[in-house]
């Protein structure tokens, strides 16, 4: 067992904007809280703005953040993989054999992929068409491709069905390739295979696309033939049900279920999701485990940093008021997402959220969205929003 500090013992698995935050507040909450945050890896690569580096207008290192501030805030952090959970004993084993007791834990691991759902496409075909949707090294790599991509060549991205991480990263991230591609390689194309009928805020990217990027990218919905079935890595094509198509530089968003640890802590159903108390995040399946962020099942909340963040204080107030035998608040969580559409141009959809009937249901008239015929300045001004909001979150979170 590792020295876990006096208290009551609370573990916190994945250190993402989930589980960071969470770890954070719950040992704001109630200092007599012992906090342990397991993370398997030394620095945390950020997701949000990573369509930046892949559009090349930030560096990686951008994104990077350590765990010291959230260790100067008093949270024990053990870095290494949670391996196993017990929930009867109520014990975490980690990969280098550490064991540590809970009174609770929180389940934060972000996404993984489903396998076999794309066929020839295994952990060897994403070193070539890397998804980059939950790992800092390939979103290098996509970028790398791209630099080393001939002018002429064919993106080929193909987006997942939902539910998935951040709905709109694909679209984004069409974007700012082709925002590349139109300065630096402008005979080249990108191509987006979608294996959905329709995206969400698909009318504002749609119209951005036609404004900056005339016939720069093609959309392929799913009654169109989009829905990826098989890929050959050494070919370098793409296969749907109606066509093949040849890429220069592929990224592959397979489907998506919650990180594989909460299966192995019982708290995923046969969704690959988690189903939790709305009020506290608890698990319907397990006791004393909670589940928050992308894992959690959590209603019309969208799949997002921002959620994550939302989803951990309104959890770590929950676990610190049981502890103490005090009554719980009502929540309200908000979320709010933005895409980079080019540098000086981004659209949003911000959201405020309520449990109604056991689910979070979109409260106050439903999801704020960017109005269509907003004018280039407003545009601009949600760019320098969307840096706020990183810079806003990442400070919070780990700073
Ligand atoms: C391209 C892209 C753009 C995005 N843009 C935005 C945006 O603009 N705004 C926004 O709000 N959201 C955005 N998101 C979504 C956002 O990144 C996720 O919703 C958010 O990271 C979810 O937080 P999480 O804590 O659930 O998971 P994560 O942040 O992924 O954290 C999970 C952590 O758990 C760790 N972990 C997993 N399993 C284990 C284990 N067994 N043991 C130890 N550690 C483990 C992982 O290493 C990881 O650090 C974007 C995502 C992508 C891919």
């Known amino acids: 067992m590792l020295a876990q500090g006096a208290g009551l013992p609370v573990v916190v698995i994945g250190g993402g904007f989930g589980g960071a935050s969470c770890a954070r507040a719950l040992r704001k909450a109630d200092p007599r809280i012992a906090v342990t945050l397991v993370e398997a890896n030394a620095t945390y690569t950020a997701l949000p703005h990573s369509n930046a580096v892949i559009g090349g207008l930030v560096e990686l290192s951008h994104q990077r953040f350590s765990y010291d501030r959230i260790k100067s805030a008093g949270v024990n952090v053990a870095l290494s993989a949670a391996t196993a959970v017990d929930p009867e004993k109520r014990v975490v084993t980690l990969a280098d054999g550490t064991k540590l007791n809970y009174e609770r834990l929180v389940v934060s691991p972000g996404i993984d992929f489903r396998s076999g759902a794309i ?110 079935t098989s890929i050959d890595v050494t070919a370098k094509t793409l296969a749907t049900d109606f066509d093949k198509y040849q890429a220069a530089v592929a990224n592959v968003i397979p489907p998506q279920q919650a990180g594989r640890v909460a299966e192995l802590a019982g708290v995923a159903d046969r969704t690959g999701w988690c189903p939790v108390d709305p009020v506290t995040f608890a698990s319907k399946l397990q006791p004393n ?111």
């Open 119 to 228: 066929q020839g496409y295994d952990r060897a075909a994403m070193d070539v068409m890397p998804p980059a949707y939950n790992d800092g090294a390939e979103v290098a790599l996509l970028r790398r491709q791209l630099e080393a991509m001939e002018d002429g060549g064919t993106v080929v991205i193909a987006s997942p069905v939902n539910p998935a991480r951040c709905p709109p990263a694909p679209y984004e991230r069409a974007s700012l390739i082709a925002h590349y591609l139109k300065t630096k390689k402008p005979k080249s194309k990108v191509i987006v295979l979608d294996a959905k009928e329709s995206f969400t805020m698909q009318k504002l990217f749609e119209a951005a696309w036609q404004e900056l990027y005339p016939g720069l990218i093609e959309w392929v919905g799913l009654s169109q033939g989009g829905a990826l």
């Open 289 to 399: 485990i909670h589940v928050i962020g992308d894992a959690a099942i959590a209603g019309a909340m969208p799949r997002s940093a921002s959620a994550a963040h939302s989803q951990a204080r309104i959890c770590a107030a929950a676990i610190a008021a049981q502890l103490a035998g005090k009554p719980l608040a009502a929540p309200t969580l908000t979320s709010s997402c933005y895409s980079l559409i080019a540098p000086d141009y981004a659209i949003s959809q911000k959201g405020t959220y309520r449990p109604v009937d056991d689910q979070y249901t979109e409260a106050d008239g439903g999801a704020v969205i960017s109005a269509q015929d907003a004018p280039r300045e407003r545009r601009k001004a949600e760019a320098d929003e969307a840096n706020d909001w990183f810079r806003t979150i990442t400070g919070e979170v780990f700073g």
